[in-house]
């Protein structure tokens, strides 16, 4: 059994997600999954609010959502999605698909709420194809120390309880450059605009590079042993942020 349930955060998702969806962020999902193509895994699917933005492209997507809830929501979704969706009892921790088996994956809010994100996004490393794409949209730390310190009050409070495990303070593109992935392009924007311990969002796309943070560890050793230079991100590519200017931001 997979199931993981959170009935307060349940009911209230599917008013707050449109809500978002109608305050702007339906442009962001839009953005988020546009040229995606080939089979798909979304992990942590909601209420499946992204799946009427999948391009044609998109032969099938695998929507992962372990809250029954929100995983019926998400299958009447699929219903009326565009593409094929299949919506899946399953854990970001412990996806049932083989190895280098999908072209991409998706994570939309979802990083904040996993107890432990490494062990998601390495799974999701371990699921996508050599040069896979990750697509990911998730709120993260604030930009000042004083907001990070007002991010972790509300961690210690109750606010874990009524948002199904959500963690306001952490680092997330970090975290997916640590599980192996390089990112290719990312946006920071406020949501809302106004500068709130919630309104810290990244949207942005990263690649699965050839080989694991441990596999390049290794090769690493091995062309240390024979006196050669290792290129860092392991296959010898340029690791690209890109950064919007996050206008609005100042300081608190």
Same mark, same amino acid.
């Given at each position: ?10 009911r209230l998702y ?27 895994? #979304?992990?942590?699917?909601g209420d499946g ?15 992962? /959502?372990?809250?029954? *809830? ?15 969706? /299949? ?35 390495? #799974? ?13 949209? /998730? ?15 509300? #961690? ?18 970090? #975290? ?26 990244? *949207? ?49």
């Amino acid at each position: 059994m997979t199931s993981t349930s959170h009935p307060i955060f349940a009911r209230l998702y599917p008013r707050m997600s449109q809500a978002m969806d109608q305050g702007g962020i339906a442009g962001h999902r839009q953005a988020l999954l546009a040229g995606l193509a080939g089979e798909v895994i #979304e992990i942590g699917a909601g209420d499946g609010k992204n799946f009427g933005h999948y391009p044609p492209a998109v032969t099938s997507v695998h929507a992962v /959502e372990p809250e029954p *809830r929100l995983r019926r929501l998400a299958q009447a979704a699929a219903a009326k999605a565009p593409v094929r969706i /299949e919506v899946t009892d399953a854990r970001a921790e412990r996806l049932p698909w083989p190895d280098a088996s999908l072209d991409a994956a998706v994570f939309t809010f979802t990083l904040c709420t996993i107890a432990d994100p490494g062990h998601a996004l390495r #799974e999701a490393f371990r699921v996508l194809k050599p040069g896979g794409q990750l697509r990911f949209l /998730e709120h993260v730390r604030a930009d000042t120390p004083g907001l990070i310190r007002v991010q972790r009050l509300l #961690e210690g409070s109750i606010w874990p309880t009524l948002f199904a495990g959500c963690h306001l303070s952490r680092d997330t593109a970090t #975290e997916i450059e640590h599980a192996g992935f390089t990112i290719d392009q990312i946006d920071r924007f406020l949501f809302p605009e106004q500068r709130t311990p919630v309104s810290f969002h990244i *949207r942005g796309t990263a690649h699965r590079s050839l080989h694991s943070p441990a596999q390049r560890h290794g090769l690493a050793a091995i062309a240390a042993a024979d006196g050669m230079r290792f290129p860092s991100g392991g296959n010898g590519e340029p690791q690209v942020r890109v950064h919007s200017d996050g206008a609005g931001m100042g300081f608190l």
